[in-house]
Structure formats: C-alpha cells, structure tokens
C-alpha cells in the first residue's frame, strides 16, 4: 500500500523551501531578492503574461491559494485587485508579506490550508492556484474548495505537471532531477487526469504550457547540452506538433 504525506509533512518541507531561491545572491527578504524572484518566474513562466489577465481583475476578489512569496499575487494587486494570499507555511506568508510591504501594495495573508479554506462559500471573484495542486496531500479537496469559494461565474485557474512531457522524459533521461522531488507529495497528471480532476466546474479549458527556455540552475556539460542544443532544437520544432507535451498543464475553470 502507497503511503500517503499528510499535511504536516508537506507543510514542515514547504517551511524549509522557497521555489527560485538558488537564482539570486541577495538576502532573503530583500528587495533585491524580490525583484529576482519575479524576474526569473515570469522569464521562465512568460506564458503567465499572455494567459492570465493580471491587470483584469480591478475592483474584485482574487485568492491565491499557495501563495508564496506573492510574486503573481503583487501583479493582481497592481492591476486594482482586492488580493488574499494563503500558504501553508508560515514562512511563506511572511515574504509576501514582506514582498507587498517594499512595493507600497495592498493585500492580506493567511497561514492556511487550501484544503480546508478559512472562506465563506462563493467569496472570491478568481482562485488562482498556481503550481500547488501537485504538491498538496489530497488534490480532489483542494480543486473543490477553490470552487466552494468562488462566486457563482467566478473564475479558477490551476497549474499542474504534465506526466507526457518533454521535461519529464528529459529528466529520466539525462538522470536529471526535478525541482522539488524530495517533496513529500509532488504529482504529475496526463491531460484527462487533470480534467477529471477539474469536472466539477462548468466550463474547463485546459491549455498545455511551458516549453524549453535556457536554465541559470543546471551547470556542468548536461547544462551545457541542454542549453547550447536542446532548447534550441527543441524550440524550432511546430509548436503543434509538440504543444500537447508541455510541462506545465493549466486549468482556466468557470463556475
């Protein structure tokens, strides 16, 4: 029988680890360390900017659900938006806070569960839950309180790996580990995994994403080949020939 983490563990693992952290040399906290963090999340997640209106959202409710640092949550907030951000881990939620404080931006935190989401039914105008699902002890929970709390024709977007994909093999191949695989739960899910995951919304778009772009983390010769050959290669192919492979699964649901 497959143990399953609680919650706990994946709460003690995600106090330890900020996602991005070897990609800068300034002091945790820092305003240095922020402007690094975003830099680097929306270089290598620049689809985010094309998919997700972050400057639509004026005068509504947005919750992130394992917020982070606040790094998409501040470019909510920039847009006009009434932000919420929850996190697990305690640590988490006091660089955003940190992060919003050095901006001058408005927004409020809660250590919480997504799980078990400390919100009224049909709060929020937009869940945005980015890069959490695959993380979490019980995914079909956490998809199913994001959608508690929306408002009725609110929107839900989520973010999950794909199992075909070309990160994926890649990383068996080359013997490559993903980031964050010592976590207690990381998850992949095919296509029809993720929306069936997802059913319990009345619209579900899913959009496969995140393609090559050259690393700072990965060194040596296999980051030489990667960088220097496979990202190149990759990248020339039609984009409809691979797009179905990308690493990145997302969910843009309606309520």
Not at 11 to 20: C, L, S, V
Not at 74 to 90: Q, W, Y
Not at 93 to 105: K, M, P, V
Not at 139 to 148: A, G, I, S, T
């Amino acid at each position: 029988m497959v143990r399953v983490a609680t919650s706990e563990e994946v709460r003690e693992y995600w106090k330890r680890h900020i996602h991005d952290l070897d990609i800068t040399s300034h002091p945790v906290g820092s305003r240095g360390f922020f402007d690094d963090l975003d830099q680097y999340h929306f270089e290598k997640l620049h689809h985010l900017l094309r998919l997700v209106p972050f400057d639509g959202y004026r005068g509504r409710s947005v919750l992130e659900v394992g917020c982070g640092a606040g790094v998409d949550l501040a470019r909510f907030a920039k847009g006009g938006a009434e932000v919420i951000g929850v996190d697990l881990a305690a640590s988490a939620i006091a660089l955003a806070r940190a992060n919003f404080e050095q901006q001058g931006l408005q927004g409020r935190f809660e250590v919480a569960n997504g799980e078990r989401l400390p919100f009224p039914d049909n709060s929020f105008d937009l869940v945005f839950a980015h890069g959490v699902v695959q993380y979490t002890a019980n995914p079909p929970q956490l998809v199913e309180e994001c959608r508690r709390v929306l408002r009725p024709g609110g929107e839900a977007v989520f973010q999950v790996y794909n199992r075909i994909s070309w990160l994926n093999a890649l990383s068996k191949l080359m013997k490559v580990g993903l980031e964050h695989d010592d976590a207690p739960v990381i998850l992949k899910f095919s296509i029809a995994e993720f929306r069936r995951l997802v059913d319990g919304f009345r619209e579900v778009k899913i959009v496969a994403e995140r393609f090559p772009v050259k690393s700072r983390l990965h060194r040596g010769w296999k980051g030489a080949v990667y960088n220097g050959l496979f990202v190149g290669t990759f990248n020339v192919l039609p984009r409809a020939l691979v797009r179905r492979f990308g690493w990145h699964l997302l969910a843009f649901c309606k309520k």
